[in-house]
């Protein structure tokens, strides 16, 4: 039996392995962008210093309308979000002249944020499309996801003592440390690790499992849409010009009859006469996400529909999804989630080293194997270095250049390619402690530039030293002990 | 709540810690007469102590997100003061057993 036990605990440790392998520099991409998406909202705020002002959240909706009603062209629908007690801009997805655009807006003016940038939206698209134009980074994102459930549970199988482990470290003990530290942030957080990577395969469950869709409605999608938000009215446009009605009434009315506050507003056909505007309730006070919204006639202010959700498996699903997005926690959760996250992160990157690790101890590193050694510097630091470079560059970067928000993006993505490069080129022993002593520093740029004094300036100095102590640790490290071919 | 739930669960690791044997002696160290403490049912008592108040909190069940949030931190704590300083865990459980006492109220 106990033969039985360790064959299985053996194919599993492969299968952990083999899988973490495979997807791991993904895996670490989409889980490093998670985890610094739980603070979206204050790194958006922090990225745009000038655009300080508040305003009740049905006035930026209104303001912002009106801004949206006399510079989007031909447009199809203005998604709103509105500003909260972390976020003071509205922010607006549109098209224009057929363009889809994501803007921030000055919640009291209307107008764009002086400072154009995607702020944490960037991190947040780039957690599951991954920089890739639909569907493939999505696709992707869920892939990883579901190789990285297995690597969860197989990963738990093979770890032959569990309990007895589970306050273990050892420092200084070579792969010995790695494997501790990689079982340690696998497993203290297992319930998080497992909670967060099976809601996110969920969230992209219409994507991945197709399937139950389609056998019901083909390629109507609006019937889906129409199923699964009966409050959320859409009708074609009727190409009759026609004034937006004044929005506040109607945001106020969604409120009283809906509870909380306003989440987000979402105006299809403006300036025409089949103009919908659909509130939605925050979903800032609850774990479920988007649970009641009301929909109102455009030009005349009158409701239409409103609809709280009571359907169990639709509530179920509303859960876990926002149990994934985590709106509904307050500061202490937050910070919980973002180190749920960090640990997730750090988890795959011992994991990556590990497995380079554990081969130096055995025999010399096969050719295979130095590669893997090269690109774990490069990928292991660069995605690093390039959110570092995305902040930085959103302190350099001139107000009001053409494209801001995507050369902050391009910014990034050059730096995180440059990183990789260096990786690729230099033996490890340098271009680890040259890859962290770089991110040291432009944590430490972006965080100086331009100083403002508030948590997320602190946090990216606290980052900055953390990176300069790797970078001084690695640069002390002794050089890899390479057993000879005999 | 949020309080006096971190402090059950930091309680519960803590003792839970204790009652085992490669950890038990760093982590009591002077607190040997208190050897009790390290008992693994009274951690497993604590750690569903705060469950149950978790489950029972009405609010819609953000204190049972804390609860599965509060594992990795308190059970991180004590790992990492194991390692490098296992007086520091030890300084804890005081300020731990405060805010279950306090926290209701704050």
């Known amino acids: 039996m106990s033969a039985v036990r360790e064959g299985t605990r053996q194919v599993m440790a492969w299968l952990h392995g083999w899988?973490?392998?495979?997807?791991?520099?993904?895996?670490?991409?989409?889980?490093?962008?998670?985890?610094?998406?739980?603070?979206?909202?204050?790194?958006?705020?922090?990225?745009?210093?000038?655009?300080?002002?508040?305003?009740?959240?049905?006035?930026?909706?209104?303001?912002?309308?009106?801004?949206?009603?006399?510079?989007?062209?031909?447009?199809?629908?203005?998604?709103?979000?509105?500003?909260?007690?972390?976020?003071?801009?509205?922010?607006?997805?549109?098209?224009?002249d057929g363009t889809f655009l994501y803007r921030a807006l000055d919640p009291v003016t209307g107008a764009p944020a002086a400072r154009e940038t995607l702020g944490g939206e960037f991190f947040y698209r780039l957690h599951f499309e991954?920089?890739?134009?639909?569907?493939?980074?999505?696709?992707?994102?869920?892939?990883?996801?579901?190789?990285?459930?297995?690597?969860?549970?197989?990963?738990?199988?093979?770890?032959?003592?569990?309990?007895?482990?589970?306050?273990?470290?050892?420092?200084?003990?070579g792969q010995r440390s790695w494997l501790d530290g990689h079982n340690a942030l696998g497993v203290l957080a297992t319930p998080f690790h497992v909670m967060i990577t099976f809601t996110g395969i969920v969230t992209l469950a219409s994507l991945n499992l197709p399937w139950g869709i389609t056998a019901t409605y083909g390629n109507d999608l609006a019937a889906v849409y129409r199923d699964l938000s009966p409050g959320a009215i859409q009708r074609p446009r009727a190409n009759v010009p026609a004034p937006l009605a004044p929005l506040v009434p109607m945001l106020r009315g969604a409120q009283r009859r809906l509870g909380g506050t306003i989440g987000r507003v979402y105006i299809l056909n403006p300036g025409d006469r089949a103009a919908v505007v659909t509130v939605f309730r925050s979903d800032a006070d609850q774990l479920g996400f988007n649970m009641a919204q009301m929909s109102f006639d455009g030009a005349t202010g009158q409701p239409l529909a409103a609809w709280r959700e009571r359907r169990g498996a639709i509530q179920t699903y509303n859960v876990v999804y926002g149990l994934h997005m985590g709106r509904f926690a307050p500061i202490a959760t937050r910070w919980l989630y973002f180190l749920g996250g960090l640990m997730l992160t750090l988890a795959i990157a011992t994991g990556l080293v590990l497995w380079i690790v554990k081969r130096?101890?055995?025999?010399?590193?096969?050719?295979?194997?130095?590669?893997?050694?090269?690109?774990?510097?490069?990928?292991?630091?660069?995605?690093?270095?390039?959110?570092?470079?995305?902040?930085?560059?959103?302190?350099?970067?001139?107000?009001?250049?053409?494209?801001?928000?995507?050369?902050?993006?391009?910014?990034?993505?050059?730096?995180?390619?440059?990183?990789?490069?260096?990786?690729?080129?230099?033996p490890p022993r340098l271009s680890w402690p040259a890859l962290s002593g770089a991110s040291a520093v432009v944590c430490m740029l972006a965080a100086t530039l331009h100083f403002s004094p508030e948590g997320m300036t602190w946090l990216l100095l606290l980052t900055a030293i953390g990176f300069a102590t790797l970078a001084w640790r690695q640069s002390r490290r002794p050089k890899p002990r390479r057993r000879s071919v005999a | 709540?949020?309080?006096?739930?971190?402090?059950?669960?930091?309680?519960?690791?803590?003792?839970?810690?204790?009652?085992?044997?490669?950890?038990?002696?760093?982590?009591?160290?002077?607190?040997?007469?208190?050897?009790?403490?390290?008992?693994?049912?009274?951690?497993?008592?604590?750690?569903?102590?705060?469950?149950?108040?978790?489950?029972?909190?009405?609010?819609?069940?953000?204190?049972?997100?804390?609860?599965?949030?509060?594992?990795?931190?308190?059970?991180?704590?004590?790992?990492?003061?194991?390692?490098?300083?296992?007086?520091?865990?030890?300084?804890?459980?005081?300020?731990?057993?405060?805010?279950?006492?306090g926290g209701p109220f704050l």
């Open chain 1, 19 to 96: 899988t973490g392998l495979l997807l791991g520099w993904i895996l670490f991409v989409i889980c490093l962008a998670g985890t610094l998406s739980v603070f979206k909202p204050e790194i958006g705020q922090w990225m745009r210093p000038e655009t300080r002002a508040t305003a009740d959240p049905a006035e930026a909706i209104q303001a912002a309308a009106t801004w949206l009603g006399a510079h989007s062209r031909g447009s199809t629908g203005w998604y709103l979000t509105a500003p909260n007690a972390r976020m003071n801009t509205v922010e607006a997805a549109y098209d224009s």
């Open chain 1, 130 to 173: 991954l920089e890739l134009p639909y569907p493939w980074g999505r696709l992707l994102a869920s892939l990883a996801a579901m190789v990285m459930l297995v690597a969860l549970i197989t990963g738990l199988i093979a770890h032959r003592r569990i309990f007895k482990d589970y306050f273990t470290f050892r420092p200084g003990k």
């Open chain 1, 360 to 426: 130096r101890e055995r025999a010399p590193l096969s050719i295979g194997n130095q590669v893997l050694e090269r690109l774990n510097a490069g990928i292991l630091s660069g995605v690093p270095l390039g959110c570092a470079a995305y902040l930085l560059a959103n302190r350099v970067l001139p107000l009001g250049i053409a494209g801001r928000a995507e050369l902050e993006s391009m910014a990034a993505l050059w730096a995180a390619a440059g990183a990789l490069a260096v990786g690729a080129l230099l």
């Open chain 2, 1 to 101: 709540m949020n309080l006096a739930l971190a402090g059950l669960v930091y309680l519960g690791m803590f003792a839970l810690a204790a009652s085992m044997s490669r950890h038990g002696s760093p982590l009591l160290g002077q607190w040997r007469r208190l050897a009790w403490i390290g008992h693994s049912a009274i951690g497993w008592g604590l750690f569903g102590l705060a469950l149950l108040l978790a489950c029972f909190a009405g609010d819609g069940g953000q204190a049972l997100v804390l609860w599965f949030g509060l594992i990795p931190f308190a059970s991180g704590l004590i790992l990492l003061a194991l390692t490098y300083r296992p007086a520091a865990a030890r300084t804890l459980v005081p300020v731990a057993a405060l805010c279950v006492i």
